[in-house]
Each structure stands twice: as C-alpha cells, then as structure tokens.
C-alpha cells in the first residue's frame, strides 16, 4: 500500500471520527453515530495491519480479544447509571494510551543524540501532552462521578502559573527533541 494512500485512509479514519462524534451528540443520531465511528475504526485497523513495519499479528489478536473480553464484561455488568463513569475511564484508557504510544514513538524514531525532524517531534510532544492531559483529566471526572472527591472545582494558588510552566517544559522537550 503507498503511503499517500495509507495516509488518505487514516484521513478518512479521523473524518469518521468526527462525523461520529458530531451524531453521538443527538439522540436521534446516535446509533448512525455510532456506526459511522466503528466504520472508521475498522478502516484505520485495516489500514494499520497492512502496514509492512507491523510483524507482531498475535500479540495484536491477544491484546484486542483481551480487551474486548474486558469491555463486554464490564459492558455487561455496570448499570446504566453508573455508565458515565465507565466512558470517564475508557476515555482515561485512550488518553494514557495515547501518552505511552507517543513515548514508544520517541524511543523507537530517536537517534543516539534524541534528534528528530521537527514535525515527528511537534506531533509526539502534543500527543503526549494531550494523551496525558485526557488520562489525568478522564480519571478526575470519574472520580467526581463515582463521588469519590466532591465536585466543586480542584484549584489552588499559583495553579496558572504551574500550568503554564508545564505547557513550557512540554515546548522546551519539543525543541530538545527536533533536530531540524
């Protein structure tokens, strides 16, 4: 497969996406929202198993059936009303994942001095950034929604000026990281 076309695909994958997400915020269209997304997933599994790079097709099978033993056992057994939690922790899920695969990334495109072309390094910083941004964030309103910690705000003094020394921190590992 050429990678214009791959890159088309994975395109096509995350229009699916948003176009999910946009229906999902309808009753009425929730259900083709929901399809449309799962659509968009197979194409993008597809696209990503065509890939020459990927050799490890069973511990790929291990890792999905796993998971979707998980996902119907929790599915099955948590009760409608405590479903907003279940979305705050699958959501927590993808985010932390999406952290520890922008990681993988840096470790596997890394040369010996940690130089990588600028727009592989913009795009591993703000995956991790906003993967792990999603994962605390997610595991914060289940938390609220379990009742587990009140749902007033979590602030504190200098709470700004900490975020913004973490945004900086995340831009200087951005710049440490380009070699371009």
């Not at 587990?148 to 602030?155: A, F, H, N």
């Amino acid at each position: 497969m050429s990678e214009s076309l791959t890159e088309l695909l994975y395109l096509v994958s995350i229009v699916s996406f948003i176009l999910a997400l946009r229906f999902l915020s309808s009753p009425a269209r929730a259900r083709l929202g929901n399809q449309i997304g799962a659509l968009g997933m197979l194409l993008a599994i597809v696209v990503t198993f065509a890939q020459p790079e990927v050799v490890g097709y069973g511990l790929i099978a291990v890792g999905m059936v796993l998971g979707g033993v998980l996902g119907a056992v929790g599915a099955r057994r948590v009760k409608m009303t405590a479903m907003p939690q279940m979305v705050a922790l699958f959501n927590g899920v993808g985010g932390g994942a999406a952290a520890l695969v922008s990681l993988a990334e840096f470790h596997n495109r890394a040369s010996a001095d940690g130089g990588l072309p600028v727009d592989v390094a913009v795009a591993i910083v703000l995956s991790a950034l906003i993967g792990a941004i999603s994962f605390s964030g997610s595991l914060v309103a289940f938390a609220k929604l379990q009742e587990l910690i009140q749902g007033r705000p979590i602030t504190y003094a200098g709470q700004q000026i900490v975020n913004g020394v973490i945004l900086l921190a995340a831009l200087g590992c951005g710049i440490a990281m380009s070699s371009g």
